[in-house]
């Protein structure tokens, strides 16, 4: 048991609040990239337990994800490069085996959140004209990409059992996502 001091409860609310409570910040996610998402499933889901929640791909950036609840939240998300992409060539050139790509708040404000960060001089970048997101250098976040994105309004809270409702009502399961027919999928399938 360690000692407090007198008033070190209140300051430690008003620090700990910081940009996150003048933004409204919520933790959202932390993904992994791997070469492959099949690879990280034996840890992630069936040691760990992790429920399959959503999955898709991205062509225009080269990825394809999978999104998996952990104890109730869905906090983790596993991606793999598409074929043909260079989108994670650099960071998988230096991780060979994968590792940690980025950690995700959300908030309401994606062009405040830019301000505030400029403004404490960490130089976000990668903001676009609608203020979807934006993020934070691995060399001025500690190592790890910070991504801030635009909270989704009525996102779901993965009450599906493990499987969501894709193209026209259709039950999506992680098999659908890796054989490239999840959400946007391209066709092709991972690894």
Do not use: K
């Not at 048991?1 to 209140?10: E, I, K, S």
């Not at 992790?50 to 596993?78: H, K, M, Q, T, Y």
């Not at 959140?113 to 004209?129: C, H, K, L, N, S």
Request: net charge negative; charged share 25%.
């Amino acid at each position: 048991m360690t000692a407090q001091l007198p008033g070190a409860a209140a300051e430690l609310g008003a620090d700990e609040a910081g940009l996150a409570g003048e933004l409204g910040a919520t933790f959202d996610h932390v993904a992994i990239a791997g070469r492959r998402i099949r690879d990280m499933l034996p840890l992630w889901r069936d040691t760990l337990g992790g429920r399959f929640v959503v999955g898709a791909d991205n062509p225009e950036i080269g990825w394809r994800a999978v999104r998996l609840e952990l104890s109730g939240i869905w906090c983790l998300e596993l991606i793999e490069p598409l074929p043909g992409s260079a989108f994670l060539d650099s960071f998988l050139r230096h991780r060979p085996e994968g590792g940690m790509h980025h950690v995700t708040f959300l908030v309401d404000d994606v062009q405040a959140a830019f301000e505030r960060f400029a403004a404490r001089g960490y130089e976000p970048f990668g903001a676009d004209q609608d203020w979807f997101q934006m993020f934070v250098h691995p060399r001025r976040a500690g190592g790890v990409l910070l991504q801030l994105m635009r909270r989704a309004q009525g996102r779901g809270d993965g009450g599906d059992g493990g499987q969501d409702s894709g193209a026209f009502g259709r039950i999506m399961t992680i098999e659908d996502v890796l054989a490239g027919r999840g959400h946007r999928g391209t066709g092709v399938s991972s690894p």
